[in-house]
């Protein structure tokens, strides 16, 4: 019997880049689980156009017209957050592959498993980090978009960490999703002086302060974009991505032993046949919703979305993509933490945890 598997994906629209990247991950674990099963899986997807409504109605398409086994949900918060009311509602199990806020967790629902780390937990080394590197470092700036919950559940998180290591938080600020000019922003980071500078947008918000905020000549002692986990942040900023913090899921480099599907070289290898020369986290945390998906049906033995749910709240086992154990009453994800990363001489180095560092917080930024 082959299973189908369906999810709305941003083919246009914002998130047409993120979204993209996860229908190739999930495309590549069909093609690899299919080679060891053959016709085990097929996936099925509908553009979502990066908007909310849309998303519901391909949703309730995928769950009511086609009939799909298993539904993976799309990229960003605000996007699975508009799936998982259609899945709830129809009493469907939804794989939370794409959308990191602590929100969708709260509504709830019965009816989702989570994979990615929560946004909560996105910087939640950062401070330490930064205290390591300079015991002086004192103070953080927070800027984020005004809109989603996702921008205020990374924030929130830092806060807490900061109110915990006696930080200060010097700066709140928001700006509109739609900003392109940041000279209100920058003019309150230079009068704040904040040692730290955490930036939450969208990916064209990240990219348009970063610009500006380098060409200021803004003084810091870290600066972080949530944008600069990816490569995208390089590929547009050039060498003026230098020394930029950003969280990442996952990367290649880091080789978790799995106890279930393929290994991190495995996976990479997998993707670059597809012509992807850079495997970034939202291809990999898709992938990883497979292997996810496969290892909870061996363990259910039925694609019935109960056995699916149950099993899921009491497994705990790795992946490629690191360790999964969700919550078992809310379905969150609770087994892995974020990586850091740093652009440093044109690339992506790990600076947090420790023992995944491949180097030290290059500190000051500028």
């Given at each position: 019997?082959?299973?189908?598997?369906?999810?709305?994906?941003?083919?246009?629209?914002?998130?047409?880049?993120?979204?993209?990247?996860?229908?190739?991950?999930?495309?590549?674990?069909?093609?690899?689980?299919?080679?060891?099963?053959?016709?085990?899986?097929?996936?099925?997807?509908?553009?979502?156009?990066?908007?909310?409504?849309?998303?519901?109605?391909?949703?309730?398409?995928?769950?009511?017209?086609?009939?799909?086994?298993?539904?993976?949900?799309?990229?960003?918060?605000?996007?699975?957050?508009?799936?998982?009311?259609?899945?709830?509602?129809?009493?469907?199990?939804?794989?939370?592959?794409?959308?990191?806020?602590?929100?969708?967790?709260?509504?709830?629902?019965?009816?989702?498993?989570?994979?990615?780390?929560?946004?909560?937990?996105?910087?939640?080394?950062?401070?330490?980090?930064?205290?390591?590197?300079?015991?002086?470092?004192?103070?953080?700036?927070?800027?984020?978009?005004?809109?989603?919950?996702?921008?205020?559940?990374?924030?929130?998180?830092?806060?807490?960490?900061?109110?915990?290591?006696?930080?200060?938080?010097?700066?709140?600020?928001?700006?509109?999703?739609?900003?392109?000019?940041?000279?209100?922003?920058?003019?309150?980071?230079?009068?704040?002086q904040a040692?730290?500078?955490?930036?939450?947008?969208?990916?064209?918000?990240?990219?348009?302060?970063?610009?500006?905020?380098?060409?200021?000549?803004?003084?810091?002692?870290?600066?972080?974009?949530?944008?600069?986990?990816?490569?995208?942040?390089?590929?547009?900023?050039?060498s003026l991505?230098?020394?930029?913090?950003?969280?990442?899921?996952?990367?290649?480099?880091?080789?978790?032993?799995?106890?279930?599907?393929?290994?991190?070289?495995?996976?990479?290898?997998?993707?670059?046949?597809?012509?992807?020369?850079?495997?970034?986290?939202?291809?990999?945390?898709?992938?990883?919703?497979?292997?996810?998906?496969?290892?909870?049906?061996?363990?259910?033995g039925s694609?019935?979305?109960?056995?699916?749910?149950?099993?899921?709240?009491?497994?705990?086992?790795?992946?490629?993509?690191?360790?999964?154990?969700?919550?078992?009453?809310?379905?969150?994800?609770?087994?892995?933490?974020?990586?850091?990363?740093?652009?440093?001489?044109?690339?992506?180095?790990?600076?947090?945890?420790?023992?995944?560092?491949?180097?030290?917080?290059?500190?000051?930024?500028?």
């Amino acid at each position: 019997m082959t299973l189908v598997v369906g999810m709305p994906v941003s083919l246009t629209g914002q998130f047409q880049m993120q979204g993209r990247q996860a229908l190739a991950g999930l495309l590549a674990w069909e093609r690899d689980a299919n080679a060891e099963t053959p016709d085990a899986f097929r996936v099925l997807y509908h553009d979502d156009a990066s908007d909310a409504s849309t998303v519901r109605e391909v949703t309730r398409r995928l769950i009511v017209g086609d009939q799909i086994d298993i539904l993976i949900g799309p990229y960003s918060s605000v996007l699975t957050s508009a799936a998982a009311q259609v899945a709830e509602a129809h009493g469907k199990l939804l794989w939370n592959q794409g959308g990191a806020s602590d929100d969708v967790y709260r509504q709830g629902y019965h009816r989702i498993v989570g994979i990615l780390t929560p946004a909560r937990r996105y910087l939640s080394g950062l401070l330490p980090l930064v205290r390591q590197t300079e015991s002086s470092a004192s103070t953080v700036a927070l800027v984020r978009a005004s809109t989603g919950e996702f921008p205020k559940a990374v924030c929130r998180g830092v806060a807490e960490t900061a109110k915990e290591l006696g930080f200060r938080i010097v700066l709140d600020v928001e700006f509109a999703a739609s900003a392109v000019d940041f000279a209100d922003v920058l003019e309150r980071l230079r009068v704040a002086q904040a040692d730290v500078v955490v930036v939450v947008g969208r990916v064209r918000n990240d990219l348009a302060l970063a610009r500006q905020l380098t060409d200021s000549g803004l003084s810091a002692g870290a600066v972080v974009a949530v944008a600069a986990g990816i490569q995208a942040f390089q590929d547009d900023l050039g060498s003026l991505a230098e020394r930029f913090v950003g969280p990442s899921q996952w990367e290649p480099e880091v080789q978790h032993q799995p106890d279930s599907g393929p290994t991190a070289e495995q996976v990479v290898a997998s993707l670059k046949r597809d012509g992807h020369p850079t495997v970034d986290y939202p291809m990999a945390q898709a992938y990883a919703a497979g292997v996810v998906v496969q290892t909870c049906l061996e363990e259910a033995g039925s694609p019935d979305g109960q056995a699916l749910r149950d099993a899921a709240g009491r497994l705990k086992f790795s992946t490629f993509y690191g360790d999964f154990e969700i919550d078992a009453k809310t379905g969150r994800q609770i087994g892995r933490e974020s990586l850091l990363v740093q652009w440093q001489d044109g690339r992506k180095v790990i600076i947090w945890p420790p023992d995944l560092a491949q180097g030290r917080l290059v500190y000051p930024w500028r």
